[in-house]
T-cell receptor, first 111, second 117 residues
Framework: DSGVTQTPKHLITATGQRVTLRCSPR?????VYWYQQSLDQGLQFLIH???????AKGNILERFSAQQFPDLHSELNLSSLELGDSALYFC??????????FGEGSRLTVL | AQKITQTQPGMFVQEKEAVTLDCTYD???????LFWYKQPSSGEMIFLIY??????QNATEGRYSLNFQKARKSANLVISASQLGDSAMYFC??????????????FGQGTTLQVKP
């Protein structure tokens, strides 16, 4: 158990819908990273938040947005979903030494 | 731009034998970190081993060792005495030098390892 909690573990929805994925980092970790793992693109960095502020963006679509709340949990919002958005979405946090701890992922299926 | 290449989509190894999973990388930065992760069929990402670009010795963690050849820009993972539980997807990843984004990794496409009994 990495200490990073992601919900839901599985989600099935239809095209055009909107979903929210939630992540709680390890206790004491201020950073949250979101990654997407799809068959087409592999594992890709999406976005990084540190103590509530966006720090870096990767290949994140405009239909996707994220935020980190004062209690440090983060949410990834995916809207106008397309079939190609079906993927495993990981959240991760880092400790002061820079080690990356991944959650178990949220598997999104868009039908 | 940084890039990670894993040229072996799939590998087989006999139980109890050693196996090497290849990883080459490309970066112009002198400071970087290299990682290997294991992803079993259940989906979670399990950290295996880390090598810093300035580390003089190859990293080892139990049955895992990293064969770091800086001049060739390769960071191969060696698993000794393979076990059935080693069957999984393995990812090589690289972190750049920017300390403010220590968790921003670039991943290779992965290698699926199957251990035969």
């Amino acid at each position: 158990d990495s200490g990073v909690t992601q919900t839901p573990k599985h989600l099935i929805t239809a095209t055009g819908q909107r979903v929210t994925l939630r992540c709680s980092p390890r206790s004491g970790d201020l950073s949250v990273y979101w990654y997407q793992q799809s068959l087409d693109q592999g594992l890709q960095f999406l976005i990084h938040y540190y103590n509530g502020e966006e720090r870096a963006k990767g290949n994140i679509l405009e239909r996707f947005s994220a935020q980190q709340f004062p209690d440090l949990h983060s949410e990834l919002n995916l809207s106008s979903l397309e079939l190609g958005d079906s993927a495993l979405y990981f959240c991760a946090s880092t400790d002061l030494g820079g080690e990356l701890f991944f959650g178990e992922g949220s598997r999104l299926t868009v039908l | 731009a940084q890039k990670i290449t894993q040229t072996q989509p799939g590998m087989f190894v006999q139980e109890k034998e050693a196996v090497t999973l290849d990883c080459t990388y490309d970066t112009s930065d002198p400071s970087y970190g290299l990682f290997w992760y294991k992803q079993p069929s259940s989906g979670e990402m399990i950290f295996l081993i880390y090598q810093g670009s300035y580390d003089q010795q190859n990293a080892t963690e139990g049955r895992y060792s990293l064969n770091f050849q800086k001049a060739r820009k390769s960071a191969n993972l060696v698993i000794s005495a393979s076990q059935l539980g080693d069957s999984a997807m393995y990812f090589c990843a690289m972190r750049g030098p920017h300390s403010s984004n220590t968790g921003k990794l670039i991943f290779g496409q992965g290698t699926t390892l199957q251990v035969k009994p």
